[in-house]
């Protein structure tokens, strides 16, 4: 009984270290997504952005 109460502390331990940490880098990558408003590729002017979105046009 005392082993899985101690394998439970551990694994709430390292819960609290890993959840802060994937969020921060799950955060970082929709930061960089060139997709998303606001993210990589935002400071190109909105023509080019329609261009490069639409490879069949012209």
Not at 15 to 43: H, K, T
Request: glycine fraction near 14%; aromatic fraction near 4%; charge should be negative.
């Amino acid at each position: 009984m005392s082993f899985a109460i101690a394998a439970l502390i551990v694994l709430v331990l390292i819960a609290l270290i890993a959840i802060p940490i994937l969020i921060r880098v799950f955060g970082e990558a929709a930061g960089r997504n060139p997709n998303r408003p606001g993210g990589e590729g935002s400071d190109e002017p909105e023509g080019d952005q329609s261009r490069r979105s639409d490879p069949g046009g012209e």
